[in-house]
Nanobody
Framework: QVQLVESGGGMVQAGGSLRLSCAASGRTFSGYAMGWFRQAPGKEREFVAGISASGISTNYADSVKGRFTISRDNAKNTVYLQMNSLKPEDTAVYYC???????????????WGQGTQVTVSS
């Protein structure tokens, strides 16, 4: 069992930046692939970014490539999402997720956080 708690959401103007954090507790964090997903009002939840258990491999949705960066600190059991050049269409609830594998997070991870709201105003 892994517990995930996100923080760092808030309101920002278009062009601004935010950094989300996800603190994990429970089983060995370094054995889990991690990811960020988001869900905007009236839309389905979508993949944003993923990182392998070691942190060597990352992947991103096309909509955030070049603007968002996912990283992790296994010593602190934390994964981050640095979001730059934010756009109003990035407005959503952002969820941290974990899968017990060394590769990529799946489209339906085993563990989810409670979510944190990100609102980008124009």
């Amino acid at each position: 069992q892994v517990q995930l708690v996100e923080s760092g959401g808030g309101m920002v103007q278009a062009g601004g930046s935010l950094r989300l954090s996800c603190a994990a507790s429970g089983r060995t964090f370094s054995g889990y692939a991690m990811g960020w997903f988001r869900q905007a009002p009236g839309k389905e939840r979508e993949f944003v970014a993923g990182i392998s258990a070691s942190g060597i491999s990352t992947n991103y949705a096309d909509s955030v490539k070049g603007r968002f960066t996912i990283s992790r600190d296994n010593a602190k059991n934390t994964v981050y999402l640095q979001m730059n050049s934010l756009k109003p269409e990035d407005t959503a609830v952002y969820y941290c997720a974990a899968d017990p594998n060394y590769g990529s997070v799946s489209i339906s991870p085993d563990y989810w956080g409670q979510g944190t709201q990100v609102t980008v105003s124009s």
